[in-house]
């Protein structure tokens, strides 16, 4: 157990991966105070903004089960690259200022894309992981999505702002970072492993569906928070909503890697009960916060939830599958995040026509603990899932 928990993380292949996952997430998030103003620019309104968003996570969804189970075959540095280069190849289209349906097919080759390469460098994550070192290796590679929240859609804003919208500039930005990923996911070497026969594997494994309910709960809230905090922050005229991200992707930053730790030495149930319970309580200021104190303070408990779950829960996943199961297991598994964010925010659009963001955060509260209830109701009952 000691020689395992000493085991080296951090190397150049590591590195390399990291860098990849890094500046494509740049790439994306760097976009978010950029291509809802580029749509109204292009003649589009709210309507095509939230339609656009929808197409592209459509598309990152609809073949990852199909690229989960042929990932052993094809092998996954080329997925990564493939997902990569769809990315920026479709970024690059974008500096030819296109009109609306363009954007559009540009967008949905960009989302297929992103689900490539989202399920590819997870996969990667675990492969590249020591025996018995998956939670920190989860939560090391964890710090670069939300290093790159804390800063894309500021640096994507103040180019913006700065530039009074030369959307040439704007774009050309992301396409390098885009660029910066291809190469840095270029250096990665893949692991090898002995084939075990698996040629005709489901689309879905039923070993990561308790994990896989557990992130759908937790991305469920973070697709609420992206689409309705803004709106929430107008509502109580608390001008904070853009540093309510920041502190809550630098905490997730520190909280990953520490949990994922944590998670190997002491087991993933350990740390990301309490967390999800933390994390609701995070959802519970959010609904009774009137002044941007509150607001931040939600942000930083949030982080440190929300990061602590989620390092422990994906190694939980990682945990039940053998490794040629790792391309459907993680298929399964990013998928059931992303369909989170869809439903939390279709939902609680809907939600809203009805009740004030109070109830719908506390509502919020509820359905992060659903897990808790749930993995009492197996251990008492002795479900398996």
Known sequence: ??????????????????????????????????????VLHAGGGEAAVGLLMGLFTFCSIILRPFQGRELNRTGRKRLLVTGISLYAAAGL?????????FLFILRAVQGFGWGAFLLAFNTLTLDLAPPGRSGAAVGLMGMAPPFSLAIAPFIGETLRISTAGNYLILFLVASAAALLALVSGALVKEPSFEQTGIDKSPLLLRKVVFPSLIIFCMTFNLGVILTFLPLLGEVRDIRAVGYFFTVFALTTVFSRPVAGRLSDLYGRPVIFLPALVVAAGSMIMIALADNVQ????????????????????????????????????????????????????????????????????????????????????????????
């Open 294 to 385: 509150a607001f931040l303070l939600s942000a930083f408990v949030l982080g440190i939830g929300f990061g602590s779950a989620h390092s422990s829960v994906m190694a939980m996943a990682a945990d039940r599958l053998a490794i040629m199961e790792r391309g459907v297991g993680m298929a399964t598994f990013t998928t059931a995040f992303d369909l989170g964010i869809v439903v939390g925010a279709v939902a609680v659009g809907i939600l809203l026509t009805w009740f004030d963001f109070k109830l719908i955060f506390i509502l919020c509260a509820v359905i992060m603990t659903l897990p808790v209830f749930g993995n009492f109701l197996k251990s008492k009952y002795r479900f398996r899932y």
């Open 1 to 38: 157990m000691k020689e395992q928990q000493s085991a080296k993380i951090v190397n150049f292949n590591f590195m390399a991966l990291f860098g990849a996952v890094f500046f494509l997430f740049f790439a994306l998030d760097y976009y978010i105070p950029i291509l809802p103003f580029y």
């Open 93 to 101: 289209g974008l500096l030819f200022l296109p009109s609306l349906p």
